[in-house]
């Protein structure tokens, strides 16, 4: 999974994120580029176009929503499953994507917003007895960033 959440969890409201942090549009770039991507409905339709270079999994209910250049699913088992075994597969949200991938994800690649924002879409708790931060990068805010991050790893125990 991949996500930018807030210290209260808080990943977006009214379908769109809370701030806008571009080294972090580049780290999820460089991490995703050229790998399967999976996503609820709200999600893809949040982007102005589908993303380059990714393979496009939509998990949604609608039985006639067909986007051009994507594979959609009506489930996260069926979408893991079609997915690559070899190589990494994105789960890049919304909430209730995660809430449904966070018992099957192996690894956590999260940007911690360390701030609190009103929200409609919130990343999952999880456990960290379950889970080993296995990199952590802090940076603080600058002139193109409002708030202070840290890029994160976290790896299933």
Same mark, same amino acid.
């Given at each position: 999974?991949?996500?930018?959440? $807030?210290?209260?969890?808080?990943?977006?409201?009214?379908?769109?994120?809370?701030?806008?942090? /571009?080294?972090?549009?580049?780290?999820? &770039?460089?991490?995703?580029?050229?790998?399967?991507?999976?996503?609820?409905?709200?999600? *893809?339709?949040?982007?102005? &176009?589908?993303?380059?270079?990714?393979?496009?999994?939509?998990?949604?209910?609608?039985?006639?929503?067909?986007?051009?250049?994507?594979?959609?699913?009506?489930?996260?088992? &069926?979408?893991?499953?079609?997915?690559?075994?070899?190589?990494?597969?994105?789960?890049?949200?919304?909430?209730?994507?995660?809430?449904? $991938?966070? /018992?099957?994800?192996?690894?956590?690649?999260?940007?911690?917003?360390?701030?609190?924002?009103?929200?409609? $879409?919130?990343?999952?708790?999880?456990?960290?007895?379950?889970?080993?931060?296995? *990199?952590?990068?802090?940076?603080?805010?600058?002139?193109?960033?409002?708030?202070? *991050?840290?890029?994160?790893?976290?790896?299933?125990?």
């Amino acid at each position: 999974m991949i996500a930018a959440a $807030a210290e209260n969890n808080a990943l977006g409201k009214d379908n769109a994120m809370l701030w806008h942090l /571009p080294d972090d549009f580049k780290r999820f &770039k460089q991490l995703t580029t050229g790998h399967y991507i999976i996503m609820g409905r709200k999600t *893809f339709e949040s982007f102005p &176009k589908p993303l380059p270079n990714r393979t496009h999994i939509v998990i949604t209910r609608q039985h006639d929503y067909n986007p051009e250049g994507c594979i959609v699913l009506n489930s996260i088992e &069926k979408a893991i499953e079609i997915s690559p075994k070899d190589e990494d597969v994105f789960i890049i949200g919304g909430g209730e994507i995660y809430n449904l $991938a966070l /018992p099957l994800a192996d690894k956590i690649e999260l940007t911690r917003v360390y701030d609190t924002f009103e929200a409609d $879409a919130f990343f999952p708790e999880f456990d960290l007895k379950n889970w080993k931060l296995t *990199f952590e990068e802090y940076h603080p805010k600058d002139e193109k960033h409002k708030t202070d *991050f840290s890029f994160q790893t976290y790896i299933k125990k």
